[in-house]
């Protein structure tokens, strides 16, 4: 517990989005601030996109006569008002300590951590809106799923955040569904959390980063077909006044009885198993449908982690841990809870057993929402086929060639069928 | 394929049992020594316990008129007559060079490897009466699955049957179900198979084992309170005139378009999955019942996956491999499966829905079998508790403590949960 001692300052704290899985982890953050008040201000602001709603049937505080039931009012004001977001996380308390904030300027103001829960598109805005209004020194946690792929490499949205920015910016990730959480059932997550050790007295980073392996924010992108990427950043170190942002204290922020969490220094792992899962669910779904029993889809979440691994090995080079995907949640868990139940599972097994296209099923049971799994499985195999690689990843290449109509789910076996030794 | 090359003689195989599994192994061994005639005799005997029955509705040679339908017969002679075991594995055609024989002796006569594939409890007996009737150099696979542990230690039972019958019996285990391998449903296993290098003019074994790591003959059995509990097997050496039986030839045995094997040297690995995994399947029966969803679920299982890692390093050293249990159908793929629908996963949802003991459901519904998961559970307490290594071990720990009524299934998340770092 050395890091609880006694600092001038404490560290406070905003989350940038308040939907569903925004204000669930609101509400997290909010009860570790009241339980750490040496390291943390007790408020949590938490920006509000405003929008004018009415109380839903679904809120604890619905009643058909009242008047915030049938007249508009910024989302904002209810939230502070009842402590209750009740558009986007509906019948759940949210601690009187978290305070809802329609400026985005005004929330993040003064804020050493900031933990950034919004759709993907919004990133870019939302960055450009922030920049200059942030202290130099702030530290983000990205919460947002997903990784940008293209021809050219791979991009994970905390780097991006981070780069964006000029800050720092760790990673969580893990089998986690926001309204279970929000409700207190327990689970698992995982943090990457590894800026690089500075200096004080100088705002670019040196030595070792925090664990041992070379830090995040100078990550050697391995380019396969070149020279390492290396990158490094400027970051300006936090004042010694503040407690220190370990791995420890990171972990005091998020930690709940009911939402257990790891650390990790493995940022780009930690990302690349919250977008890659959703190919290996596809394949799941498939076999699924196809009656193939629960032994078949176990064996294809397996190959499926292990493509994970040799993916982030390949592009991220030994930053990237192999323990990362088959012993964290935000690895073997989520793929098993995403092949369980997931919505690439169930579209791909839906898809068989009405021997439909997916994408005709993603069109008549999401409501116009996108399986993220399609995709991404796409702009993998842009990358891999553009450097020749899709041999060396069967079970991916196989889910995208089911999707162009190249080969059918039965071949799955056969097309991820190791050679002889 | 330099394996594949001329030798004078070839493998002749034998199955030491013929139940479900045993007549499922045999179909898949049968195809393989067609498909390579360079290493394996074509024609497979299959030991069968003798007993006679009439041929059931399931069978595809039921005719309610037929003799053979009406008056028992002979279940060596039915197989051999129809390619089926119209008993164990009904409406499965075996191919012709399977061979049932009820004489044990004359099964094994000759055999270079025997496959042992029986129930747990006639091991003994079996071993004790092919004492004398095997070929001295003969090598086992041990498909059994389940481990023996009691205070004083952890024993394989490849162990216990290479021990009993002076050779080296390797191990196979995975997320397997019988009968659906029979339909050529798609699944994976693992074979570990780590025989010592042998000088072939000396009866013992010498230098390092295939794979580099210490032999499963000669395994040192780590006792965390004491001195390693070496044990050395003398092995008489495969003459040179056989095939060498390398992992690439033992892969050829089994592996089938539908039954994709990895080969393993760890055999104390592959043999502890298939035994602690049902454990963890309780587990996370109780959190399903509980309706703590896909998440906590997939937790379980992951914890679950690194405490048997860690069992395995604790009773067995580094012979056993982290990847063993993380990477490889044996661990990770048989503890997903065994999550999903596994027997002791269905029985303890059911005792939390219904609100009984999990030995209450086991009697209604088992139909007289019994559970492993609440055996083993009990057996590795008592082994953990004498080492006084219950803590190291939060969730085996809690599982026996929720069959003994000390605590209860809503306690796992405290009693699992990872102390301050």
Chains 1, 2 share one sequence.
């Not at 209750?84 to 804020?111: C, H, R």
């Not at 991009?155 to 760790?170: A, D, F, N, P, V």
């Not at 327990?186 to 980063?209: F, K, N, Q, V």
Request: charged letters at 20%.
């Amino acid at each position: 517990m050395a890091s609880l001692g006694v600092h001038v300052k404490r560290h406070k704290v905003t989350i940038v989005g308040s939907g569903n899985w925004g204000s669930t982890i609101s509400k997290v953050i909010a009860e570790n601030t009241r339980a750490y008040p040496q390291l943390f201000e007790e408020e949590v602001q938490m920006w509000v996109f405003e929008e004018q709603v009415t109380i839903p049937k679904t809120s604890r505080h619905f009643d058909a006569g009242s008047e915030l039931c049938i007249t508009p009012q910024p989302l904002s004001l209810i939230i502070n008002r009842l402590h209750e977001n009740v558009k986007y996380l509906p019948g759940i308390t949210l601690p009187s300590n978290v305070v809802a904030n329609p400026s985005l300027p005004d929330a993040v103001k003064d804020s050493t951590i900031l933990i950034f829960n919004l759709p993907h598109q919004f990133i870019n805005r939302i960055c450009e809106s922030l920049h200059g209004k942030i202290l130099p020194y702030a530290r983000g946690i990205s919460c947002i799923k997903g990784i940008e792929v293209d021809e050219s490499g791979v991009t994970l949205l905390s780097e991006q955040i981070g780069r964006k920015l000029g800050i720092y910016c760790g990673a969580l990730s893990g089998a986690n569904i926001a309204s279970e959480i929000a409700q207190g059932k327990w689970c698992e997550t995982t943090i990457a959390y590894d800026p690089p050790l500075m200096d004080s007295r100088h705002p670019t980073p040196i030595g070792t980063p925090h664990g041992g392996s070379p830090s995040a924010s100078t990550i050697n992108l391995v380019d396969p077909s070149g020279e390492p990427r290396k990158r490094s950043a400027r970051l300006t170190p936090l004042p010694a006044d503040y407690p220190p942002l370990n791995h420890e204290n990171v972990r005091h922020l998020f930690h709940r009885p009911y939402f257990h969490v790891q650390m990790t220094s493995d940022v780009a792992g930690v990302s690349l198993g919250g977008a890659l899962k959703n190919i290996i669910a596809l394949a799941a779904g498939w076999v699924d449908g196809l009656g193939w029993g629960d032994n078949a889809k176990s064996a294809v979440m397996r190959i499926g982690i292990l493509e994970m691994v040799k993916f982030g090995k390949t592009f991220f080079g030994d930053t990237v841990h192999t323990s990362t995907f088959t012993e964290e949640s935000c690895g073997v868990a989520d793929v098993v809870t995403s092949c369980m139940g997931g919505r690439n599972f169930r579209c791909a097994k839906m898809s068989i057993e009405r021997c439909m296209s997916i994408d005709e099923v993603e069109r008549l049971e999401l409501n116009g929402q996108k399986l993220q799994g399609t995709s991404t499985a796409v702009e993998v195999n842009l990358l891999l086929r553009g450097r020749g690689m899709e041999n060396d990843f069967p079970l991916f290449t196989a889910v995208h060639n089911i999707l162009q109509g190249n080969v059918k789910p039965e071949q799955i076996p056969e097309l991820i069928e190791p050679k002889d030794s």
